[in-house]
């Protein structure tokens, strides 16, 4: 019997999600926007093609949304077609979406309207809000393919433990789930079934990975809130790309469960579930639900049963680390000048700030690496092979050169446990640091770039050293944006690079192609291609607090107690100071 190609395979699936779109969804030619134009956040506005209540509702914040589902004076059903227009927009727009399930959205909003009407009270804190999720989401009846061919056609028989709880007891709707790169492990979103995303701020610009597709969305408007995961910046990168919010949680506060991996079974380095969302106040309503719902109790065994308490106020002034670069690339110009301005900032409101050396950044880099390449890329190389469908590169080089040694690159068991040691002993090395200098929060970027070129992210050191520390951290727009008078590159001729990687990041920056030009490519200033763009930053916070004066959190017994709430509450002050 004939085989089909992976290529056959991939355009059925492509073509699959593309006719899953309604007619009345698809953008007339006549309004769709020509290839050469980069930035299509504005087309719902201009176009004409949605109506006035359809802006409204997908213009809207989560928490000025979640009242009018909860009295009945917005109906799910209304607010769920209305995203559902918009996602689909997004899709032709940008390729952002990996599944769509319309129908099932727009019944589970009919159920919720009915409950409502007929019981006068909300399923839960989310009730009726269409809530968009990356594609390693199980959803019954729907792939899960992670990027790869060969997963394609093998359909989930059971919701992922997170979807059951958003459903059964925060009230949540799913109407689409989101692209990802190959199994989850590059920062940008490209696969071969799929293709790449785009961002839609720019299109010759990525939207970051491995969550890119939901960041796309959810920043074109297409997804009030979105749910990604984060292994080494799968979250805090494409925020980072297109101006979102997000938050990267300890390993144990949201569930887990029922989730496909591209690596099954990889727990040297946990993959943390969590929000996209436009503002952080969204952010928090979505943190508040899913905690909310116990899932220690029946969901996930691994959940830690801790209750969401409200960010803390207090009058008292932070001690903030500043850590300017990470000793192995240097930000980018426009990244640089945001953290100079927010720390000022932070200084003038009459907080405390200190430098923080990044001495330990490159070993705490090294220890994600040979984490993720300990199986000798055995995991990603089953799947490839099964159809044949091609390595991305150079994104995946260093799993397909461990997987090119064979069994000489796996590490033994013994080995595997050494290398967690070595985790252990580097994890206690930076919490003795961290006590010793006595701070609240560390600010830093969160990635070199405010964002970059498709196919030229290089560096994944700013956030993934926070995975192998299993840390707190919030990714979050500034507010200032990219602006190319001010961000030249460096002078390439006198700077000394800190790196290879560097000396790449620093060079591409230096020139980019025009990819707009319809004659021949010209040399382009990076800030040029950039221009305009927001910057976001990462704050940091620790695994286990301290108390806040007159908070809830001194009833919490102190084994119990980790800072996602703390990192939000720091969060808002950072946003105070720069506003």
Known sequence: MKVDSWEQVAARKRKAVLDSIPAEWIIPDSLLPPETQDDVMTFPETSGWFTAEELAITNSEVLELLPKLASGELKSETVTRAFCKRAA?????????????????????????????????????????????????????????????????????????????????????????????????????????????????????????????????????????????????????????????????????????????????????????????????????????????EPWHDADPRCLPIPWRSSPSSSRKLKIAVMWDDGMALPTPPVTRALRQTAAALRA??????????????????????????????????????????????????????????????????????????????QKRHLDRWNAAGIDALLCPTTPYASVENGKFRHVGYTGVYNVLDQSCISFPTGIKVDAALDKALDMASYQPMSEVDKMIQSECEFSLNLRSTGPRLPVDHAEAVHGMPINLQLVGRRLPDVWENSETQLIPFAFRLEEEKVVAMTRVVLDALS
């Open 89 to 293: 927009a997004a899709h032709q727009l940008t390729n952002c979406l990996s599944e769509t399930c319309f129908k099932r959205g727009l019944e589970m909003a009919r159920q919720l309207d009915a409950h409502l009407a007929q019981t006068g009270k909300p399923v839960g804190p989310l009730h009726g809000l269409p809530i968009s999720l990356k594609d390693n989401f199980n959803l019954r009846g729907l792939d899960a393919t992670v990027g790869f061919v060969s997963h394609v056609g093998a359909p989930a028989t059971e919701d992922a433990t997170l979807a059951q709880l958003l459903q059964a007891k925060a009230g949540a709707v799913f109407y689409v789930k989101t692209n990802v790169p190959t199994a989850m492990m590059m920062p940008e979103t490209v696969n071969n079934v799929m293709g790449r995303t785009v961002n839609p701020r720019n299109r010759r610009l990525t939207p970051g990975g491995s969550s890119g597709g939901e960041a796309a969305l959810v920043a074109f408007g297409g997804s009030p809130l979105g749910v990604g995961t984060d292994i080494g910046g799968s979250l805090r990168i494409p925020a980072a790309c297109t101006g979102l919010f997000t938050l990267k949680a300890s390993f144990g506060r949201f569930p887990a469960l029922g989730c496909r991996s591209g690596m099954p079974g990889q727990e040297a380095v946990q993959s943390i579930n969590g929000p996209l969302a436009r503002t952080l106040g969204d952010l928090e309503a979505y943190c508040a639900a899913v905690v909310g719902a």
């Open 349 to 426: 409101a009459g907080h405390e700030l200190v430098e923080w050396s990044s001495r330990d950044q490159a070993e705490g880099l090294s220890l994600l690496n040979r984490m993720f390449v300990a199986d000798g890329g055995r995991a990603i190389l089953e799947e490839i092979a099964h159809t044949g469908e091609p390595w991305i590169l150079p994104a995946m080089q260093a799993y397909q050169e461990a997987a090119a040694a064979g069994v000489a690159a796996e590490l033994g068991t013994r080995d595997l446990w050494r290398l967690h040691a070595e985790r252990q002993a580097y």
